[in-house]
């Protein structure tokens, strides 16, 4: 299934460097499609009367009847919580708990998150499988001797050294996820959490979008992203209303398109990103951290952002191949882009706007 592309002249594209190339580096000559075929078709501006539980519930009805083996990638973040809360609120059985271990990060998340995946195994699905994946440096061998000096047209908006750290890489790259994949004699369904609402004010009105940072990576993908689905659009519709009923009743918000940004990309304060995650709906873990959205900054878009560090200093130290592949790519990007990327991450681009709600007053 094709979830998301790019296009310039009508001809469609999936990475966004080949777009950027095509539109001869004027990123207003890009557009930006996610599922149209289901958005399209949306009215956003009705609120579901079906309650927020009573939605989670029906999507998890509705992947355990479509997959005969159902996988939830686990954080312990808001998003992938939710979810997995949901399926043990109503008894609905989840086959697998998937939590990675990035052994060059230092995530204070994944402790706990083991721990709650395990109390769920004991205490609600004792037949349910928890698989510890482990992140290998050597991931990163194999993508750059897969994909050569090609990398660059990859899906990916990001330019990280760790860009093969999505959840499609890391399934192709962990010889233990395939030896455990193929014990599967039936379907697979892949869950991921996403994800949250996204808003903007335009002319004092509320209108969403998608922007292709937080998507295109499941472009090609066979995930499921829980909170968007075809044949229930009532849950991302309803997560909008909530979110913006949220907005509007906090003491911070007086019009301020700056504000909504900063809650939406986890700049604003934790006391407000963690408001934020309760007014649309959201549970978490017992985890600061994780509650605060703490570990997202490691993830930004940049090169230097802080999850690769200590993966760049391995590389680095042995002078990898890899290593060579990567760096003669940037400057290919910086070449064929004029986005200076060493300095600079490629602009996001978001899909139509899509009216949500008018603003009386």
């Known amino acids: 299934m094709i979830k998301g592309w790019y296009e310039v002249n009508n001809k469609r594209y999936f990475s966004k460097v080949e777009a950027l190339i095509a539109a001869k580096n004027d990123i207003s000559k890009l557009n930006y499609f996610w599922q149209p075929e289901i958005w399209d078709h949306v009215d956003f501006t009705v609120e579901p009367t079906e309650s927020w539980d009573n939605l989670l519930k029906y999507r998890c009805l509705e992947l355990r009847e479509k997959y005969g083996w159902l996988q939830l990638f686990f954080s312990g973040g808001w998003d992938s919580t939710t979810i997995l809360d949901t399926f043990v609120k109503h008894n ?3 086959d697998e708990i998937i939590i990675f271990d990035r052994k060059f990060l230092t995530d204070p998340e994944i402790p706990t998150a083991i721990e709650y995946a395990k109390s769920i195994k004991k205490n609600f699905f004792p037949d349910i499988r928890l698989t510890i994946l482990p992140v290998e440096y050597n991931f ?3 993508f750059f001797a897969e994909h050569q000096d090609q990398w660059i047209y990859n899906t990916h908006i990001n330019m990280r050294y760790t860009r093969w750290m999505d959840r499609g890489s890391i399934f192709k790259y962990s010889d233990s ?6 014990q599967h004699k039936t379907s697979v369904g892949l869950i991921e959490g996403k994800d949250k609402p996204k808003l903007l004010l335009k002319d004092n009105d509320w209108y969403t979008f998608f922007v292709d940072s937080n998507t295109i990576d499941n472009s090609l993908s066979p995930i499921e992203d829980f909170y968007y689905s ?7 519709v309803k997560q909008l209303h909530m979110a913006i ?3 509007e009743q906090n003491i911070n918000f007086i019009n301020n398109q700056d504000y909504i940004h900063l809650v939406q990309s986890n700049k604003a304060p934790e006391s407000e990103y963690i408001s ?6 959201r549970t978490c873990i017992n985890n ?11 993830h930004e878009n940049n090169i230097n ?13 042995i002078d990898s191949r890899s290593w060579g592949i990567y760096v003669n790519g940037l400057y290919q990007v910086k070449e064929l882009t004029n986005v200076d990327i060493f300095n600079q991450t490629i602009p996001d681009s978001i899909t139509e706007q899509r009216l949500v709600k008018r603003r009386t007053f």
């Open 92 to 94: 609905i059985r989840l």
């Open 276 to 281: 934020y995650n309760i007014g649309i709906g």
């Open 288 to 298: 600061a951290h994780a509650q605060g959205g703490r570990m997202k900054s490691w």
């Open 140 to 142: 990163g061998d194999k």
């Open 245 to 247: 009923n949220w907005f």
């Open 230 to 236: 075809k044949t229930l659009p009532e849950l991302h």
């Open 177 to 182: 996820y395939l030896k455990s994949a193929d």
């Open 305 to 317: 952002a802080l999850q690769t560090q200590k993966v760049v200093a391995h590389e680095k130290s």
